[in-house]
Nanobody, 116 residues
Framework: QVQLVESGGGSVQPGGSLRLSCTASGFTFSKYAMRWYRQAPGKERELVAFITFDGGHTNYVDSVKGRFTISRDNGKNTVYLQMNSLKPEDTAVYCC?????????WGQGTQVTVSS
């Protein structure tokens, strides 16, 4: 079965960095685009970053452009989200997502808290 497992969240001060990882299993990872979403308390879930199956194209929500970088290692079945210059408004639960045969699959999420 499809599994997505995130790691790497935590608490950091404004201006700090974190790298999130999402390790996939149960499907041919190298054939699918991947996405990172986040959801802050009281807010709707937001698409943060997207990467094509081969890593050749990426896209970001405007609020993280220039600060976040999505990447993937198909040999390790893992997608990453490098987050730099973190701001308090980046505080959220971050989840990775795969769409396979028109069905959404989600990890359990990892909490990122940015606070002084």
């Amino acid at each position: 079965q499809v599994q997505l497992v995130e790691s790497g969240g935590g608490s950091v001060q404004p201006g700090g960095s974190l790298r999130l990882s999402c390790t996939a299993s149960g499907f041919t990872f190298s054939k699918y685009a991947m996405r990172w979403y986040r959801q802050a308390p009281g807010k709707e879930r937001e698409l943060v970053a997207f990467i094509t199956f081969d890593g050749g194209h990426t896209n970001y929500v405007d609020s993280v452009k220039g600060r976040f970088t999505i990447s993937r290692d198909n040999g390790k079945n893992t997608v990453y989200l490098q987050m730099n210059s973190l701001k308090p408004e980046d505080t959220a639960v971050y989840c990775c997502n795969a769409v396979i045969s028109s069905k959404d699959y989600w990890g359990q999420g990892t909490q990122v808290t940015v606070s002084s």
